[in-house]
């Protein structure tokens, strides 16, 4: 009779047990699920943004290309669309080119390049693929400007947006007796910016060119960290011209 009563209690058991899971297992799933979902949307989004930054890298590397190409056809560097001295980019940006033209470095595509790159992304109107070039076509300018999304840019980056040169240890050289760093174009630029406004090697300040996260808290405005950009070219010396204006007259363009 025992027997027979403890074999009725343990199938009753595993009846109520088979009839579904119970409030804590159903919590534990669903957490389990919770955290499955979270791990997946995080690496599709670390995945995007990586494939996102490649693509920047190679559309401006394509644009750098095209605008060499242009210069040896043509003997100086091609213009943007709003003229020297000032940026030029993609529609949907505060650099867009006038009546909504697409076309922002003008004469490059379908020559040189197949068509010009746009970003898909932007991150405000401050945002997207730029170029800018001086008067002269001697010096240029190219960004994926606010934009870059899954790295830090810092000055060892080969894409840093700067000609800023770092040490071994990724930070800006020392300065000289004279508060000028000449490792790049962009730190020897800190000359003029020292020299009073108006004067014949007057720059101004370039915060653009620095960076303000991370370990190095340079005076920058973010935009470094968060750009890509390359350049090319100098504005050479006239006669009687001396290196500051130079370095004045190329920073201009390629410190912007």
């Not at 579904?20 to 979270?38: C, D, H, K, M, R």
């Not at 943007?80 to 001295?85: E, L, P, S, W």
């Not at 950009?229 to 190329?250: D, H, Q, S, Y």
């Amino acid at each position: 009779m025992a027997a027979w009563y403890t074999f009725a209690m343990n199938k009753s058991a595993l009846q109520k047990r088979s009839s579904g899971f119970t409030l804590l297992e159903l919590l534990v799933v669903i957490s389990i699920v919770a955290l499955l979902t979270a791990v997946i949307a995080v690496n599709a989004l670390q995945s995007g943004q990586l494939s996102r930054d490649a693509k920047r890298q190679a559309d401006i590397r394509s644009l750098q290309s095209a605008v060499e190409l242009y210069k040896n056809n043509n003997g100086r560097y091609p213009e943007g669309c709003r003229g020297a001295n000032t940026w030029s980019g993609q529609p949907g940006t505060s650099y867009a080119c006038a009546a909504g033209s697409s076309q922002y470095i003008i004469g490059l595509a379908p020559e040189f390049i197949s068509v010009l790159p746009f970003e898909e992304k932007l991150n405000g109107l401050d945002s997207g693929y730029v170029y800018r070039t001086n008067a002269n076509g001697t010096v240029y300018k190219i960004m994926a400007m606010n934009t870059v999304e899954a790295e830090l840019v810092d000055y060892t980056n080969p894409l840093r947006s700067c000609d800023i040169r770092p040490d071994s240890l990724g930070r800006l050289q020392n300065l000289g007796v004279n508060g000028v760093d000449t490792s790049g174009w962009c730190t020897t630029a800190t000359l003029a910016a020292n020299e009073p406004p108006g004067s014949a090697t007057s720059y101004g300040s370039i915060p653009n060119c620095r960076m303000s996260t991370g370990t190095n808290l340079d005076g920058g405005n973010g935009r470094f960290e968060r750009s890509f950009g390359v350049w090319g070219g100098f504005e050479p010396l006239a006669g009687g011209v001396n290196r500051a204006a130079e370095v004045r007259n190329t920073a201009v363009v390629i410190c912007k």
